[in-house]
Each structure stands twice: as structure tokens, then as C-alpha cells.
């Protein structure tokens, strides 16, 4: 029953997320953004053991690049203090900016579900209808 309502949920946000595309609000930047989440994402890897900081300034140029583009300020500013400490190959400095990274794209993902059910409710609420996508 538990993976019925999982799958439900993972449905509509398919759904939300295409009409999202298709409304021209979100790009391919946002699935970088969304990507994070997944720990056996291959496009941001963290070596345990911070062995290749010139890897870790690149991904971070390229989220800092996606956050940007979404006006995603505060995970921007993360990343610039994080490739500042992998710069500097501060092993400490990472773990805490990575950690702090972590919080601020776990906030902005929340608030952008939030800000995206309302509109869509809004929509709903104004008599507007989308065409399910499959």
C-alpha cells in the first residue's frame, strides 16, 4: 500500500515537473539542480576523501552555473565560499560548505514545491486546465 501512494506521488510530480517544462519555467539546469539529491548521481561527485579538488571546482562551477539560472541566491553563494575551500584545499572547509550545501538546496527544493502546488491550485481555483502529459 506504502509503494502504491510512492508511486502515486512520483507521478505527479512527473507530471508536474512536465508542464513545468512545457510552460517554459524550468530547463534542463533544474534537473542538474534536482540531481543532487541522488546519492548514485555520477554528475556530482564527492570523493570521500577530497582527493581531486580541481573535479570538485569544476562541479561546483557547473551547479553554481544551475542555481544562477534559476536565481537560486543563497545555494549560489554556497558553492562560491565551497570552490573557495576546495580551492584552497581545505578538507574542513568543504565538509562544512558541503553540509551547508546540502541545507540550502533541501530549503529551495521544499519552497519551490511549495510555491509550485500553489500555483498550481491557483490555476485551478482561476478555472485554467493543462493537459495531462503522459
Given amino acids: 500500500m506504502l509503494g502504491l501512494g510512492a508511486d502515486r506521488l512520483r507521478a505527479d510530480m512527473n507530471r508536474l ?10 530547463d534542463e ?16 561527485v564527492m570523493e570521500k576523501e577530497f582527493a581531486d579538488y580541481k573535479k570538485m571546482g569544476i562541479h561546483l562551477n557547473q551547479f553554481m552555473g544551475s542555481s544562477s539560472s ?8 554556497v558553492c562560491v565560499a565551497f570552490r573557495a575551500a576546495s580551492e584552497q584545499t581545505n578538507r574542513a572547509g568543504c565538509l562544512r560548505a558541503l553540509e551547508l550545501l546540502e541545507h540550502e538546496y533541501c530549503y529551495l527544493k521544499n519552497k519551490l514545491h511549495e510555491l509550485f502546488q500553489i500555483e498550481q491550485q491557483r490555476a485551478l481555483a482561476a478555472g485554467v486546465r493543462y493537459p495531462m502529459q503522459n
Fill in 17 to 26: 515537473l512536465a508542464l513545468l517544462f512545457h510552460q517554459g519555467v524550468l
Fill in 70 to 77: 534559476i536565481g537560486a541566491k543563497r545555494v549560489r553563494n
Fill in 29 to 44: 539546469q533544474f534537473l542538474q539542480l534536482q540531481q543532487l539529491q541522488d546519492e548514485s548521481s555520477p554528475n556530482f
